[in-house]
């Protein structure tokens, strides 16, 4: 799994790349997180747009940064996720935790 962080005016927009699975990759997405609320960017919005699996451990890293962001007092919302991702969040129970959007711009707006 691939993070790109790009920081805008009113959040940070991680655009996450390929299979969300485990191990080292976390980090990646964790020190994205951290670093956007420590450069008070608390409007997180993920983007899965590029997301093509997601296994337990990928929800898992999507709970540690919801937990993060809410807990640093800012928000994390997802973004553009592919049917089979929401399927999958739908199956868990986690659409009612995550605010979710059809893109990336709308997520940004709110």
């Known amino acids: 799994m691939k993070v790109l ?3 805008t005016a009113n959040g940070a927009v991680l ?3 390929g299979k969300m699975m485990l191990g080292y990759e976390a980090n990646d997405f ?3 997180v951290l670093t956007a609320i420590e450069n008070n960017k608390k409007n ?3 983007d899965l747009s590029d997301v093509k699996f997601i296994s ?3 929800i898992g890293i999507l709970v540690y940064g919801y937990t993060t962001a809410t807990n640093g007092g800012g928000t994390f919302k997802l ?3 592919p049917q089979d991702i929401k399927n999958i969040l739908v199956k868990v129970k986690l ?3 995550f605010e ?3 893109t990336v711009e709308e997520a940004l707006m709110i």
């Open 79 to 81: 973004a553009a996720m």
């Open 15 to 17: 655009k996450l790349e």
């Open 95 to 97: 659409d009612k935790i």
């Open 5 to 7: 962080m790009t920081e």
């Open 44 to 46: 997180i919005v993920v």
């Open 100 to 102: 979710q959007f059809e």
């Open 56 to 58: 337990s451990w990928g």
């Open 30 to 32: 964790h020190e994205a």
